[in-house]
């Protein structure tokens, strides 16, 4: 028989602010020695009270704009009671019938095609406890608390199970990260704990409605542990559901190392919340004009800025998805656009100039440095890259330009700087490459001998001795053009 | 409704208490007391009325999002049954992976 997978994602986002939920703790808790910014609120010390962190809502309701959620008038807190030790008051403040994003949806690219997913909810709630789970000398087995991350606000968005395969989970989950970074809510990193995620999987025969019990996942820290975690539970449910046998609906946690997913003991986990509004917390009321000036804030989100570099620079789509996938990367694209130096190039030619740098050596750099664009940026702004492109274009090869723009990452210098004082500028002479050419013929016989016998590629390496002569300060167009006339005329 | 022994055992385990037989009993039967006054309270007409999560006039209470100085480790651990290391010493948590 064939089936269909069916997942649905569940995603905490850690909020960006500088309090916690409910107290006014730092959130800057995570190089801190334990229970370092704790106080009597987020302890739950008998006779505090919770007071809502303004920006902790803003971040959600702007989140949830961007995920095209209705915004109700009328929002509140509820608590959810779970015995557990990573929660101080023996239940943690969530919201419940009332959350302050609904009914919203992401778009994302599947197989080519635009699909889109239907967002459930987006609410508001707070982190838990870290707890450390030990054993002692004679055996016995304890844990250790660190309130530190107890408290800090958390955003839970919950996605439909429209997701059919771990493509499209994967594809929806760094389109999420790509509009909470945008929004610049969170840091959304997912193996630092301030994006996470679980998973519901089920399979459905095909033609049918019916899914069978399914499988909540959790333990994936990074996007390929997700990836691969659900390739690995719809193969599992396959399996079983092919051999007769029945499913259940369990919990089950993804271990890295052995590549698998194991039950949870779901009984242990009975889900018994008891929810009930929080007393403590009096109701939020959202005016609509509010839900107006925080949407006429949002800044253009992902999907809208690729769809506009398209249209207003020409680039591919692929480069335009890359281009914009962080703002910041966008940003600097569209700054190194704006600069004087770029403005010596043709018009039509910028973009996919700077495209093609900020892709390519660009990036091969950051990824060699593990930078991101906005360390690059400040050794190497916009304006040095403008002028370095506009280099590559007259005074030194491609080859040497990627070698300068090391330098310049290396040493802060500019490109027209570097150049001049190693050198670098190509040899406009023709009269010197001519005599490199002639002296290169001249000491290399066997290769010379093998291109008149008809081996063409021995042309590349008689190149590559001229290049080597001028220190790739050469054409290599004209050193090959140079190369020919003379080897076929004599 | 009753409450049956059954549902005050699951009740008591949600709540981490530990009951005696006798503790059971009683409390079953006061529970079904509760319940039954509850039942009465649900013939009241409110079909015009809101549903309230809230039994005080207040709403939109807020703080700025404004960093301040925490409790010193000291303080925080002052009660603590068990400490080690700055932590919290607790009984084992089920470790699941």
Sequence with gaps: MNFETVIGLEVHVQLLTKSKMFCSCSTEYSDAPPNTFVCPVCLALPGTLPVINQQAVEYTIMTALALHCHIPGYTKFDRKNYPYPDLMKGYQISQYDAPLGQRGWLDIEANDQRKRIGITRVHLEEDVAKLLHRTSVNGESYSLVDVNRSGVPLMEIVGEPDLRSPEEARQYLMKLRSIVRYLRVSMANMEEGSFRCDANISIRPENSTECLPRAEVKNMNSFRAVYRALEYEARRQRKVATEGKRLVQETRGWVEKTGKTVSMRSKEYAHDYRYLPEPDLPPLIISQERVNDIESRLPELPGTKRDRFIAEYRLSTYDASLLTSSREMADYFEACLKTEEIKQLPQGKRAKEIGNWLLGEASRIMNAKNVDISEFSRHVGPSQLGELIVCSHNTINTATAKAVLEEMFDTGKRANDIINQRGLSQISDAGAIDAEVTRVIASNHQAVADYKAGKAQSIKFLVGQVMKATRGRANPQVVTELLKQKLEGE | ?97
């Design chain 2, 1 to 97: 409704m009753e409450v049956s022994r059954q549902e005050v055992l699951h009740i008591a385990r949600l709540a981490r208490l530990g009951l005696t037989k006798t503790e059971v009993t009683k409390l079953s039967g006061e529970l079904s007391i509760i319940l039954k006054n509850f039942e009465l309270l649900q013939q009241v007409e409110t079909t015009n009325i809101p549903p309230t999560a809230q039994s005080i006039a207040l709403q939109n209470v807020t703080r700025s999002d404004q960093a301040s100085a925490s409790l010193t480790p000291n303080e925080v651990l002052a009660n603590a049954p068990r400490k080690e290391g700055g932590f919290f010493r607790v009984r084992a948590v089920l470790d699941n992976t």
